[in-house]
């Protein structure tokens, strides 16, 4: 069974640029996270998907950054325009539902410059 | 608010010694409880999960972890570590909706 794909594996952005993350969850994962862990931290929640619906993103920064999954599979996640404080690695993470084990892709490592 | 405490921040034991990490949570309803390890470079991975029943628990590689709902607590055990334990150990806590709140990290040295 694949695993959470995410791409790129790096970004090396100046401020004030704009930066886009892609993730291809687990096949039938309903449930979709993106986190983002700063160096020396634990993931923090930015946004849940339940299909195609947001269920909580209470901790997004929604003055610049948006995330969508279309059709209840792939998402993206942008920065525009980014800080210097959003370098960190970006994770996606996917699971079938409550109790499931999350999986967790190989995350995105930006570097904002 | 929900959240998670790790009032470790580093631990180093030597090789083939015991390890506890700690762990507590606020949650007032009955928590899901996780804990995952990451590897230098690499993803998060789950070691063991707790949901209902038992109170100690089993995972991969050796670990086991206890919950404790008097003292809101989740600890992590390894009887024996080895080098390769060597990472980031984070426990987390799942609320409702499916939202998993992760604590801010132990990281685990051996020396061997």
């Given at each position: 069974?694949?695993?959470?794909?995410?791409?790129?594996?790096?970004?090396?952005?100046?401020k004030?640029?704009?930066?886009?993350f892609?993730?291809?969850?687990?096949?039938?994962?309903?449930?979709?996270?993106?986190y983002?862990?700063?160096?020396?931290?634990?993931?923090?929640?930015?946004?849940?998907?339940?299909?195609?619906?947001?269920?909580?993103?209470?901790?997004?920064?929604?003055?610049?950054?948006?995330?969508?999954?279309?059709?209840?599979?792939?998402?993206?996640?942008?920065?525009?325009?980014?800080?210097?404080?959003d370098?960190?690695?970006?994770?996606?993470?996917?699971?079938?539902g409550?109790?499931?084990?999350?999986?967790?892709?190989?995350?995105?490592?930006?570097?904002?410059? | 608010?929900?959240?998670?405490?790790?009032?470790?921040?580093?631990?180093?034991?030597?090789?083939?010694?015991?390890?506890?990490?700690?762990?507590?949570?606020?949650?007032?309803a009955?928590?899901?409880?996780?804990?995952?390890?990451?590897?230098?470079?690499?993803?998060?991975?789950?070691?063991?999960?707790?949901?209902?029943?038992?109170?100690?628990?089993?995972?991969?590689?050796?670990?086991?972890?206890?919950?404790?709902?008097?003292?809101?607590?989740?600890?992590?055990?390894?009887?024996?570590?080895?080098?390769?334990?060597?990472?980031?150990?984070?426990?987390?806590?799942?609320?409702?909706?499916?939202?998993?709140?992760?604590?801010?990290?132990?990281?685990?040295?051996?020396?061997?």
């Amino acid at each position: 069974e694949a695993g959470v794909a995410q791409s790129p594996r790096y970004k090396i952005i100046e401020k004030r640029q704009s930066v886009a993350f892609w993730c291809n969850p687990i096949s039938g994962h309903a449930t979709l996270y993106w986190y983002q862990q700063i160096l020396g931290q634990g993931p923090k929640l930015l946004i849940q998907f339940q299909n195609n619906g947001v269920v909580d993103d209470s901790q997004l920064p929604k003055d610049r950054f948006s995330a969508e999954r279309l059709k209840g599979v792939d998402s993206t996640l942008k920065i525009q325009p980014a800080k210097l404080e959003d370098s960190a690695v970006y994770l996606c993470a996917s699971r079938a539902g409550l109790k499931e084990t999350q999986y967790f892709g190989p995350g995105t490592r930006l570097l904002v410059l | 608010a929900q959240s998670v405490t790790q009032p470790d921040i580093h631990i180093t034991v030597s090789e083939g010694a015991s390890l506890e990490l700690r762990c507590n949570y606020s949650y007032g309803a009955t928590p899901y409880l996780f804990w995952y390890v990451q590897s230098p470079g690499q993803g998060l991975q789950l070691l063991l999960k707790y949901f209902s029943g038992d109170t100690l628990v089993q995972g991969i590689k050796g670990f086991e972890a206890e919950f404790k709902r008097s003292q809101s607590s989740f600890n992590l055990r390894k009887p024996s570590v080895h080098w390769s334990d060597a990472a980031e150990y984070f426990c987390a806590v799942e609320t409702s909706y499916d939202k998993v709140i992760f604590g801010p990290g132990t990281s685990l040295s051996v020396i061997p």
